[in-house]
């Protein structure tokens, strides 16, 4: 399971690169930098995972790993383990546009008080 806390260092095919911190909750993600949030879904099998993000500015200067873009949205796929993630992929309806992620768990997710041990 890959759920939790991860760092991620990413960077494009035009040589632009990045980094920040995103939350990875039973399928669900969220994230995001200094200029801009992460969001979506993800899947996993047999120490396989495929992501689907979008990527928003919300503040500062539009600086993305792609140049100036106000939003775009990320198919990924790549492999895991207990503690990393290793994702390539590209920007949806711009194929030129390529990214490879690796990402760091940092942290475990705390439980609700709801929630049995799984």
Do not use: W
Not at 26 to 40: F, K, N, P, S
């Amino acid at each position: 399971m890959i759920d939790g806390i991860y760092h991620a260092s990413f960077k494009s095919n035009l040589g632009d690169f990045g980094e920040g911190l995103f939350v990875a909750d039973h399928g669900r993600l969220h994230g995001g930098d200094a200029t801009y949030l992460y969001y979506g879904t993800y899947s996993t099998y047999a120490g396989s995972v495929t992501a689907n993000v979008y990527v928003k500015h919300y503040r500062g200067t539009k600086n993305s790993i792609f140049g100036n873009l106000t939003s775009f949205q990320l198919n990924l796929k790549g492999a895991t383990s207990d503690s990393q993630l290793r994702l390539s992929g590209t920007v949806v309806g711009t194929p030129h546009l390529q990214i490879t992620l690796n990402a760091v768990k940092v942290s475990s997710l705390v439980k609700a008080n709801n929630e049995n041990d799984q």
